[in-house]
């Protein structure tokens, strides 16, 4: 309610005033989050034309050195590819030749297939697992 004379009373004149600056910083809030966007999505087609370079002007790295969510971590991944073909190249020249050692020879009669030995159809519990062991003792003395 106004004065006598008609003017706003102080708490009406900063209640206005409040009312104005939360529209300000409204209105600016919104201004920056609409840059705040821009900005964002600027960033990201960056980061994305960076990635596409880089991955053109070195074909012979993997994928998984350019799949960093900034550029930083892009660089990190391009290097550390790089060091893994500097020490592979390495590798290579201090070990030349492709060629592989021959495999062990095998062993004659391995592989082939044998005829289980037969069981009598009379040998039943102790006396099976003794005819086993029998066999086994016979098979390592021969």
């Given at each position: 309610?106004?004065?006598?004379?008609?003017?706003?009373?102080?708490?009406?004149?900063?209640?206005?005033?409040?009312?104005?600056?939360?529209?300000?910083?409204?209105?600016?809030?919104?201004?920056?989050?609409?840059?705040?966007?821009?900005?964002?999505?600027?960033?990201?087609?960056?980061?994305?034309?960076?990635?596409?370079?880089?991955?053109?002007?070195?074909?012979?790295?993997?994928?998984?050195?350019?799949?960093?969510?900034?550029?930083?971590d892009?660089?990190?991944?391009?290097?550390?590819?790089?060091?893994?073909l500097?020490?592979?190249?390495?590798?290579?020249?201090?070990?030349?030749?492709?060629?592989?050692?021959?495999?062990?020879?095998?062993?004659?009669?391995?592989?082939?297939?044998?005829?289980?030995?037969?069981?009598?159809?009379?040998?039943?519990?102790?006396?099976?697992?003794?005819?086993?062991?029998?066999?086994?003792?016979?098979?390592?003395?021969?």
């Open positions: 309610m106004p004065n006598d004379d008609g003017t706003p009373t102080p708490e009406e004149t900063a209640a206005a005033e409040a009312a104005e600056a939360a529209a300000a910083a409204t209105e600016a809030a919104a201004a920056d989050s609409a840059s705040l966007a821009t900005a964002t999505a600027a960033l990201t087609a960056t980061t994305d034309a960076f990635r596409n370079a880089v991955r053109e002007a070195n074909p012979d790295l993997p994928d998984s050195a350019f799949t960093g969510a900034n550029v930083a892009i660089q990190t991944g391009i290097d550390g590819a790089r060091g893994i500097y020490h592979a190249a390495q590798f290579n020249k201090d070990h030349p030749g492709d060629e592989k050692p021959a495999p062990p020879a095998t062993p004659k009669g391995a592989g082939a297939q044998r005829a289980p030995d037969s069981i009598p159809d009379n040998v039943h519990g102790v006396n099976l697992i003794k005819l086993g062991l029998d066999r086994q003792d016979a098979a390592a003395g021969s």
